[in-house]
């Protein structure tokens, strides 16, 4: 880890307002990763991005563990606005998402991943069980959804309120002021 530190470089340039938002869409899962089943929820999260006029690369199927740590990192110094991924967020023992993406955030929004339990908890009662984070590591906004395909569409219907305004943030707009602040 002391190594990573010493070692760091500057971040990309952050993209200027109005520019494209450039997402990357991440699939994490065991069994999809080594081929014993399709990715649906990858597609369904890249769609999600793309609906919201977002450019979207992936989704990319990593197994859980490091090689999610390695993505996140190869995404932040890409220069990507937002990365979300689907999976690896339930309390089994392989669930490492949560914790690898801590190792890359440089602060974390607690508000959004509160937000998207409490939309998939009106349906689905275990959805407060999802462990997943969301934060900012350089410019780049991360969120973990949960893997189910109701996760990632409560976790999108939460996203397409406040993706734009965070990526405007991310790039130094600031809050909007209507006659009444």
Do not use: C, W
Not at 66 to 92: C, F, I, K, N, S
Not at 120 to 132: E, I, M
Not at 149 to 167: Q, S, Y
């Amino acid at each position: 880890m002391e190594a990573l530190m010493t070692t760091a470089t500057p971040g990309p340039t952050p993209r200027p307002p109005g520019a494209p938002v450039r997402a990357l869409a991440v699939t994490v899962s065991n069994r999809a990763s080594a081929g014993v089943y399709a990715d649906t929820g990858g597609p369904l999260l890249a769609d999600g991005l793309r609906a919201m006029g977002f450019d979207v690369d992936g989704p990319s199927v990593v197994p859980d563990g490091d090689p999610v740590e390695e993505v996140l990192r190869r995404a932040v110094a890409a220069g990507y606005d937002v990365v979300v991924t689907t999976g690896g967020t339930g309390l089994t023992p392989m669930d490492l998402t949560p914790e690898m993406t801590g190792r890359v955030l440089d602060h974390e929004i607690p508000g959004i991943p509160e937000a998207i339990r409490a939309t998939g908890r009106t349906k689905v009662p275990t959805a407060a069980l999802s462990r997943g984070l969301a934060g900012v590591a350089d410019r780049t906004l991360i969120v973990n959804l949960p893997g189910s395909r109701g996760g990632v569409k409560d976790g999108l219907a939460v996203l397409t309120e406040i993706l734009p305004h965070a990526v405007d943030q991310l790039r130094g707009g600031d809050h909007p002021r209507g006659e009444s602040h």
